[in-house]
C-alpha cells in the first residue's frame, strides 16, 4: 500500500520545486504562498527551495549545517539558483549556494550535509524540551484567521497554551514564545522542511512591541530526522542591541528528540 | 603621546599578519602559536586571519556576522585566501573568504560587516552578563602553566572563580563555564579579535569527560565593540546528540555590555 505521502502532492514540494538545467544550474519559481511580514517569500522559505538544489547536485541527505546571508528580499517568481561542491568528505560534506533573481544575489549560504539516519557516538541533553499542554488542549493561535498578505501563516498550524501578548494589541516584554507547529497539509517533516520551519513563526520581537524583524544571517544546525507528527518549538530572544537581535529557534518531535537548532541575526524592521 | 599599542607589536596582530598579493588575493603565515588540543592551529585563530583579509579587501571596519565551514584541519605554515565582494550596501556589506593550504580549502567564510562604531537603534537586554568575581578575586586557571602543545593558552590569561572540574580529572558533567578572558600581552580587543576569542578556550564538553571538539561550522555575531580591559565570558554545551554538539559562546566588556555571540556545531573527538 502505498503512504499518502505517495499519493499527494504537498505544497511545500511543490512550491520548493527546482529545475535541473545542467550541472551546477537549477530553476525555481518562488511562490507567493510563503509570504511573511512585508508580503515578501519568507526567508526560510527561499533557504529551503535553495538547499534542495544543492542537495540534488551532491546527491546528499540530510542538512547538517546551513548558514544563510541574505542579501536582498526575495520576490515571488523566477530563480536561477547555482551550486558548487566544496569538499565531499567521509562523513561531512560541505557546499555552497548561490539565489539569483533579476540578475541581482537575493541568498547566498554554505551547506554541510551528513547521513542523519544512522547516528552514533554519544547523547547527553542538558535541557529539557519546551513545556506544552497537549496539543489537543492547546488552542489554534490564529483561530483559523488568515492575515492579510501574510500567506505564510496559511502553510502552518500553530497551536499553544495561549495567544501572544501581540496578538491582542498587549505585547507581554518577553521575547519568547512556544508553540506546537506542522504543516497544514500534514507533509511529514524531513530535514529539508525543518530548513524552513525555523522561520516560520512571526518574530520574537513583535512581544516588544516592534513592527517586524529582517534577517541577516540564519543558521541552522539540523540534530536528528523527526518522528512523525506535531512538533514542539521554542523561540527566544534576549538581546536587541542596536537594533540588531539574535533569535534563537528550537524545534522538538513528539518524542523529546531535539530536531532543529537556529539562530539567526536579524535587524528591527 | 602614542598609545603604548602604537609602539608595541602584539602577537595577535603580527601572527594575523596578511600580504596582499593583487586584488582579491592575500597570503598568511601561520604560525605554532596559537595551536589547540591536537596540535593544530586553533579554528577561531584561522578564522581571524581570514577575516582580516576579507576587511582589508572590502575596506571593512566590523564584522557584524560571520559563519565558518572548516574543512580540514589548518597547519602551521603558509597559507592562501582569496576573497570576494558579495554585496556591498549601505549599513551591511557581505564577502566570501576562503583559506587554502597546499592546494587544499581549508576554511570558507561568508562576513557580512558594518560599522560599529556608532550604534542606533533600540537595545533592549533580557538576560544578565555572567556572574564572576572580581578580576582581582578570581584564580589563574592555568595557575600560570603550559599545556604541552597547546599553546594557545599561553596567548591568553583566563581567570574565574574556580578550576574547571576536568583539570582535576574531577569532570562535573555539567558542560558550561564562565570565566574573564584577555590577551596575556593585553592587546586591546577590538571587533576583529573578538572573532578568535569566542573559540579560545577549553571545549566545555570536557565537564562530560570528553577529550575534545572539532569545529564543523562557527557562526560568530559581533555585537559591539568592546570596552578596554578584561572581558566577562559564558560558555555553555546543552545537547550532545550522536556526538554532534553546539557550543553557545557569550563575551561582555566591564562595562556590562554583550560585545559577542556565537555558536559552534562541533563533533566530539
Not at 181 to 208: I, N, Q, Y
Not at 231 to 237: D, H, I
Amino acid at each position: 500500500m502505498l503512504g499518502r505521502e505517495e499519493l499527494v502532492s504537498f505544497e511545500f514540494d511543490l512550491d520548493t520545486l527546482v529545475e535541473r538545467l545542467a550541472a551546477g544550474r537549477y530553476r525555481a519559481r518562488l511562490t507567493d504562498r510563503w509570504n511573511a511580514l512585508g508580503g515578501r517569500p519568507n526567508g526560510g522559505y527561499v533557504l529551503s527551495a535553495s538547499v534542495r538544489a544543492l542537495a540534488d547536485a551532491m546527491a546528499a541527505t540530510d542538512p547538517l549545517a546551513v548558514s544563510a546571508f541574505f542579501l536582498r528580499p526575495a520576490a515571488p517568481g523566477l530563480a536561477s539558483i547555482s551550486t558548487e561542491v566544496v569538499r565531499t568528505g567521509r562523513r561531512i560534506s560541505t557546499g555552497e549556494v548561490r539565489l539569483v533573481q533579476a540578475e541581482r544575489e537575493v541568498l547566498r549560504a554554505l551547506v554541510s550535509f551528513a547521513d542523519l539516519s544512522a547516528p552514533g557516538g554519544r547523547s547527553v541533553l542538558l535541557a529539557a524540551p519546551p513545556e506544552l499542554p497537549p496539543v489537543e488542549d492547546a488552542i489554534d493561535l490564529l483561530g483559523g484567521r488568515s492575515i492579510p498578505d501574510v500567506t505564510i501563516v496559511d502553510r502552518y498550524d500553530y497551536r499553544a497554551a495561549a495567544a501572544p501578548g501581540w496578538v491582542h494589541g498587549k505585547p507581554s516584554g518577553d521575547a519568547s514564545m512556544m508553540f506546537w507547529l506542522r504543516f497544514r497539509d500534514e507533509r511529514p517533516v524531513d530535514t529539508l522542511a525543518l530548513v524552513a520551519m525555523v522561520d516560520a513563526a512571526w518574530p520574537a520581537v513583535l512581544e516588544l512591541g516592534e513592527a517586524g524583524s529582517s534577517t541577516v544571517e540564519l543558521t541552522v544546525h539540523i540534530r536528528a530526522r523527526p518522528q512523525p507528527g506535531w512538533l514542539a518549538c521554542r523561540v527566544r530572544t534576549r538581546y536587541v542591541i542596536g537594533g540588531y537581535h539574535e533569535e534563537d529557534f528550537e524545534i522538538w518531535d513528539r518524542d523529546g528528540h531535539l530536531v532543529a537548532q537556529s539562530r539567526q541575526l536579524a535587524l528591527l524592521a
